[in-house]
């Protein structure tokens, strides 16, 4: 083998992967763009400029803002109570007890299920006449509790919530058990001889080693939890009325069922442009950025 | 022997902190397990067991009428359709990624901006990707047809492989590859007979999450096939009706579509325990 084939071997080989990503990536967001200008819906192809139109009707549209704010409540709640099941489920198993494997390897499953199944098995479970979870409450209750998980406004979230937590929890806590093994037993001996009590060492020392990954398990949590759509469809499709409709519920109704494409284009920017901004300020806050 | 005494108390205390973690590690399997043990009862359930009030905890006979019922239409079919896609993106993505992560390793092409403009992209919600994707593959004329899906799910996976593979190509001793080059390998040779190799394990862990993701996934699926592709998580939600749904066809198809990943996660198990941890670790 000559020298210049060996010259260009570094760009031939990573070619592929940067063209894959610039036509399912870097296209897709500079077409959005372009289409968000123009007033093209899915009947009629009218390219002609619109201008700042499709923006200006963004803050206008309040099916929009709402369905980020039920995003949002999704978001804050279902985050920090998979975290901290996570780190207690970690806890628990951190210390050696004869079959651990078998019970991690149980505890995970939920995660692999697709959540399109999840959420439709939740359904199952929480149907006011047929599913179980409404007979497990009334044999405490003592009398028939039909609640109306689905369809009651104060019950469909933690529907939602449930669903979600069941689902995620074990990742956060494989995650934050690896975590948890490696950090350094020394320092913790170290400071159980100085009479440090329990909780803190854990806020001072273990709280603090395991961060870096706690931060990048959040990272990523929050990244799927704010295009929650599966779930959501699944379980409650967004009802009742568009009480659960998330961000990418409603922008694939704009899209795909209203057919407004210009508008679905400025939305899909929108979004892209506030999760770039929130993530950005995340990672910073978190201390990622290096 | 008086010495031994206070150990007494110390080791029955050890022995009730035992028992109580395994109380509560058997409840938490309980809890968790039990809406996978609802779905798959339900669906050998008879149609009168499905709509029994109480609800029935067990079924009496394992009915098998739920499966057999998605066979004839070609229903059951869309389980292959999701393996093939699922599949294929999978091999595709990990050779092309571990291709760019050895370039970005060993000669680091583009730098530090390259490896953060890759991983960005998958910050993306999909729901913004899958919309301008649509209209692209209406004027290709890829909508529902599997290399359309494929090149999407390979394009969607990527950042994660490259990402991952970053990590276990630099723990390959670059003497390996050096010796091999001595030898009159050409670069390309090295790749596959040396890089490829040694990053094995690496290759599995990431090779499961980039299927599972694909296997999962519902919402590219959704807008970019018909009839032709569809996918078993598509598939699922055709049985949902505006009054009534059908359990029984809704239980036995995510039972068919659930039960490969669950098989392929038991045998890949040290790999997928070790990948999510690695993830996290050097993500």
């Not at chain 1, 359904?123 to 179980?132: C, F, V």
């Not at chain 2, 029984?248 to 040290?270: D, E, N």
Request: with cysteine; proline share 5%.
């Amino acid at each position: 083998m000559g020298r210049t084939p060996d010259r260009h071997f570094k760009y031939w080989i990573v070619a592929p992967a940067i063209f894959l990503l610039l036509l399912v990536g870097l296209f897709p967001l500079i077409y959005t763009l372009v289409v968000s200008f123009q007033r093209l819906t899915m009947t009629e192809a009218d390219t002609s400029f619109a201008g700042l139109a499709n923006y200006i009707a963004l803050f206008h549209d309040r099916r929009l803002w709402q369905s980020i704010l039920h995003t949002a409540i999704i978001t804050v709640i279902a985050l920090p109570l998979e975290l901290v099941f996570g780190l207690l489920m970690a806890q628990l198993f951190l210390d050696h007890m004869p079959g651990r494997q078998v019970f991690i390897a149980l505890l995970v499953l939920p995660t692999i299920v697709s959540p399109i199944v999840a959420g439709a098995t939740w359904r199952l479970l929480l149907d006011n006449h047929y599913g179980p979870i409404n007979q497990i409450i009334g044999f405490f209750a003592g009398h028939p509790t039909p609640l109306l998980w689905t369809v009651n406004p104060y019950l469909v979230y933690p529907a939602i919530i449930f669903c979600e937590i069941w689902q995620w929890t074990p990742f956060m806590f494989l995650i934050l058990l690896a975590a948890l093994a490696n950090v350094d037993r020394s320092q913790i001996e170290a400071a159980e001889i100085d009479g440090a009590g329990y909780w803190r060492i854990f806020f001072r020392i273990v709280l603090r080693a395991i961060w870096p990954v706690m931060a990048v398990a959040l990272l990523i949590r929050g990244l799927d939890l704010v295009r929650i759509f599966d779930i959501i469809w699944s379980l409650t499709s967004g009802g009742p009325g568009t009480m659960t409709e998330t961000t990418s519920v409603y922008t694939y109704l704009q899209g795909f069922d209203q057919f407004e494409t210009s508008y679905t284009g400025a939305i899909a920017f929108l979004i892209i442009v506030l999760l770039t901004i929130v993530v950005t300020w995340a990672i910073r806050r978190m201390g990622l950025a290096k | 022997m008086t010495a031994a005494l206070p150990a007494v108390p110390m080791m029955r205390r050890k022995g009730v902190r035992l028992a109580l973690r395994y109380l509560i590690a058997v409840l938490l399997v309980i809890v968790f397990l039990f809406p996978i043990y609802w779905l798959f009862m339900m669906s050998f359930k008879t149609p009168g067991e499905i709509f029994a009030y109480p609800p029935v905890w067990y079924p009496k006979s394992l009915q098998l009428k739920s499966y057999i019922d998605l066979f004839p239409n070609g229903d059951a079919a869309t389980v292959l359709n999701s393996l093939i896609l699922a599949g294929a993106s999978t091999v595709i993505a990990m050779i092309l990624g571990t291709m760019a992560a050895y370039s970005l390793v060993r000669f680091k092409t583009g730098g530090e901006n390259l490896a953060v403009w890759i991983i960005s992209q998958r910050m993306v919600p999909p729901i913004a990707i899958v919309f301008p994707v649509f209209l692209l593959y209406v004027f290709f004329g890829w909508v529902d047809t599997y290399h359309g899906l494929i090149i999407l799910y390979t394009a969607f996976s990527l950042p994660y492989v490259i990402w991952m593979m970053r990590g276990y190509i630099e723990d390959i001793p670059l003497e390996l590859e050096e010796s091999a080059l001595v030898d009159g390998c050409s670069r390309w040779r090295v790749l596959w007979r040396v890089v490829f190799p040694m990053a094995r394990s690496g290759l599995f862990a990431t090779a499961v999450f980039t299927f599972i993701f694909a296997w999962n996934d519902f919402i590219f699926a959704l807008v970019l096939t018909r009839t032709e592709v569809t996918t078993y998580t598509v598939q699922v939600t055709h049985y949902f009706g505006g009054q009534s749904n059908f359990w029984s066809k809704i239980s036995a198809m995510s039972v068919l579509g659930t039960l490969p990943v669950f098989i392929a996660v038991a045998t890949l198990q040290r790999y997928l325990v070790r990948g999510i941890s690695m993830g996290a670790v050097k993500g």
